[in-house]
């Protein structure tokens, strides 16, 4: 499994895509002097403490007023507001806490209207990014993320991720963070911390310590902005980056220097990955690699799968609801369940695929194709569990319901990604930077090429009366092209009852 990382710069900011073997898994945009993302600390103001909600909305700057829960606040919120208070009146001169007196800690199932009254000054960090009509969710259970480990202010335990399977492996870690993490501050040991050395370690947690006294700074001059988290490039590669990359291509000499510096410092023997693009022809990186083509074909409300199996996507506010149909898939031996099995388990690694590309957050339904026998159905639900274990949202996967619907919630930090507003096509209602006959064109360009490979003769083609005149009308044909191109016979069919986006070869 080899990873790439491609950055595409425009004057806008950076498109980022990750790719697994060619294939686009993420997409990422990140707009120049972005605001209100997640990990990002803020001094807030209390506006209103709503008791019925047990929660208060901060003012933080951005238009719509931030929700904080008091689930989200922290049992340690007494001493952080203590040193909220202490150092804007600049009584305390340290971001040190080991001589800091603590607070009384908050029990967990009290009322925000005991913690908070209106005015308070308040030091917050964003979890979850403005969506919709909806503010920034907030928590004062302060983290600054490093690549080994995650240091909290104002709290004193050592976790270790439950990923970190090996039992002495999991206490080696967690005495060896105990002797060195800073008084007054606790950690949390991540998955990549598995075999790192003390000294790495005390870097990382060295560095995340000046990043707090840089908070703590801001602090004191009563800044709005306390602590931006670093570029979505730097954060990919942080919790990302292992010997699976094989490139990380940009196309900025800026951004490649920069880039060679952040990888040095993680993998001083592997810094060469990072490579600078040079433009063929004025050709956009993404156009040079594939991307965009990839993107056009995979945002629609259609999404084919091969074979002439399609998963059809529908949003709504509340859920996302997923259908998979075999259409015009059949293995040889044309057998119902071997067929919807198979159908089924491509489904699983696209659905894996479509969450992470979109982003996809909250409760998803999908309606996998019914199948009879049970031990189909544990690996389709063993397919979708291994497929899924590469997101980094967290996430939890139910068991069929009796309807035979598997129900998927995921974390939602920020807006789905949509790919910018698109053109609504009249016939299926689906939506792509693309035409919907463009991007079928493309589908069937590179079937064919398939088909021209394995077998000689005449090709024969069925599709939808619409799709068939654009394959047919004008000169040269996109169908004369490829009669060109593959040196075969292509013949194209019209059928009215076929769905504009389907085609199906003869």
Known sequence: MQKELVIQSSAKGLDI??????????????????????????????????????????????PKD??????????????????VEDTRLKRVH??????????????????????YKPGDYIMVQIMKEPIST???????????????????????????????????????????????????????VRTASEGRTVTELDLDIKDLLAKWKEVFNNLRQQKRILHRESQKVELLLRDMFDDSFERITVDTPSLHEELRGYVHTMAPDRKDVVRLYEPRKNVPLFSELNINRQLQSLFGKIVNIGGGAYLII????????????????????????ETALKTNLEAAAEIA?????????????????????????????????????DDRAKHTILPPSKFGLVQITRQRVRPENTQGDKPVCPMCKGTGNAPPTLMVAEQ??????????????TIRLRVHPYLQAYLTKGWPSLRLKWMAKYKRIVLIDGQEDSSINHFEFL
Do not use: C
């Open 134 to 188: 909806k503010g920034p969710r907030l928590t004062s259970a302060l983290a600054i993320p490093g690549r080994y480990v995650i240091l909290m202010p104002f709290a004193n335990h050592v976790s270790v991720s439950k990923k970190i399977s090996t039992n002495e492996e999991r206490i080696r870690l967690k005495e060896l963070i105990s002797n060195i993490k800073p008084k007054g501050f606790g950690v949390i």
């Open 444 to 457: 069937i360009d590179m079937r064919m090429k398939e088909i021209a490979k394995e077998k000689g003769g």
């Open 17 to 62: 895509a990750l790719m697994r073997d060619g294939k686009l898994i993420e997409i990422h945009h990140e707009e120049n002097g972005g605001e209100f993302l997640v990990g990002d600390m803020y001094l807030g103001r209390v506006k209103k403490v709503m008791p019925g909600l047990n929660a208060a909305f901060i003012d933080i700057g951005y």
């Open 66 to 83: 931030a929700f904080l829960h008091y689930h989200d606040l922290g049992p340690d919120v007494p001493t952080l507001l203590k040193f």
């Open 353 to 389: 695929r479509q969450l992470r590309l979109r982003d996809m957050g909250g409760i998803i339904v999908i309606d996998f194709i019914d199948m009879r026998q049970a031990q189909n159905r544990r690996r389709l639900m063993d397919e979708i569990s291994a497929q899924m274990s």
């Open 314 to 337: 529908e949003h709504t506010e509340a859920m996302h609801v997923i259908d998979v149909n075999s259409g015009s898939k059949r293995i040889k031996n044309n057998d119902q369940e």
């Open 94 to 115: 340290t971001h040190l806490l080991s001589a800091y007196q603590f607070a009384q800690p908050i029990h967990k199932d009290g009322q925000m209207v005991d913690v």
